[in-house]
Nanobody, 122 residues
């Protein structure tokens, strides 16, 4: 069993930054690719980015150059650094663990955190 707990959300002005954290417990998260998703009101859950087991990264086009995923193995934590935030980034952000499958499809992921709200004011 794997437990994921996100934190770091909040209210920020457009152009500002936030760093989200996702603490992973239960099993070493090096066995999983770690993804980030977001869901805005009335919209479907959207893939944001993923840190693959080998360390490579993939992002959705809309956040490239602004968001960065990283991890701290000693702390069993994955981070989502978000810079140059825009109003359209407002959503609940989730981290999720993927063993195998299509990383773009949220229902392929094995474990999810509870989500953290990010609100960007324009």
């Amino acid at each position: 069993q794997v437990q994921l707990v996100e934190s770091g959300g909040g209210l920020v002005q457009a152009g500002g930054s936030l760093r989200l954290s996702c603490v992973v417990s239960g099993r070493t998260f090096s066995s999983y690719a770690m993804g980030w998703f977001r869901q805005a009101p009335g919209k479907e859950r959207e893939f944001v980015g993923i840190l693959w087991r080998g360390g490579s990264l993939s992002y959705v086009e809309s956040v490239k150059g602004r968001f960065t995923i990283s991890r701290d193995n000693a702390k069993n934590t994955v981070y989502l650094q978000m810079n140059s935030l825009k109003a359209e980034d407002t959503a609940v952000y989730y981290c999720a663990a993927l063993k195998d499958g299509n990383h773009l499809k949220w229902d392929e992921y094995n474990y999810w955190g509870q989500g953290t709200q990010v609100t960007v004011s324009s």
